[in-house]
């Protein structure tokens, strides 16, 4: 959802406008050294999931049991890639691969609500230069302004915006399963045999 469209659905449901403030005002930052995994062997075996900001997200699953963050779905946590920006909700326990990222909770629960700003985060159009490699949450990212509606609704537009992810998550696995249907199909029905018994 980009800025613009939550700053319309923000007007109509607060008409009296609304305060902006910067995301390191409402955001705390954890550098996460102590957490970063020490044995790169991953097993799917083992239970506590090793995280990177980046796309790939979960790079594999350790048996350390030392430095695991304890996030979960009462302690949340986004973590963030320092250097590309890019950020992942996380409410399980996990470890981490690198130092290059920040891990974010929410400052004040009496002023904003954490899945809001997550959420609000997503509506920020920053795209970092690649060749410039540099750390951007102290210097840029933290000075990104957000609207902070009342709480009340905060609460609405993350209850709102939680039920089209889960949506769009139920919808992108059904269409997954049925293009492995019509791929199976495909290949059933128009396999033939020809004049010598050989499949076509």
């Not at 403030?21 to 954890?30: A, T, W």
């Not at 790169?40 to 030392?66: C, I, M, R, W």
């Not at 890639?81 to 990222?101: G, I, L, Q, R």
């Not at 128009?190 to 076509?200: M, P, Q, S, Y």
């Amino acid at each position: 959802m980009p800025m613009s469209r939550l700053d319309t659905l923000i007007a109509e449901l607060c008409p009296g406008g609304v305060e902006f403030v910067p995301l390191g005002e409402v955001i705390d930052y954890e550098q996460p050294t102590k957490y970063i995994v020490k044995n790169t062997n991953y097993d799917d075996e083992h239970k506590t999931p090793v995280l990177t900001a980046g796309q790939s997200f979960v790079l594999g699953y350790t048996k350390e049991e030392d430095g695991v963050y304890h996030a979960s779905k009462d302690n949340p946590v986004i973590i963030f890639d320092d250097f590309t920006t890019s950020f992942h909700w996380v409410d399980f326990h996990f470890k981490v691969k690198s130092s290059a990222m920040k891990l974010l909770t929410n400052k004040n629960e009496n002023l904003t609500l954490f899945k809001y700003v997550y959420y609000a985060m997503r509506c920020i159009g920053f795209e970092p230069d690649k060749a410039d490699h540099k750390r951007h949450w102290i210097g840029v990212y933290s000075g990104f302004q957000i609207p902070v509606p009342p709480l009340p609704i905060q609460h609405e537009i993350a209850r709102i915006l939680d039920y089209f992810t889960e949506l769009t998550a139920a919808l992108t696995t059904e269409l997954s399963v049925r293009q492995k249907q019509y791929d199976y199909y495909r290949g059933k029905l128009l396999t033939f045999e020809n004049a010598n018994g050989r499949k076509v």
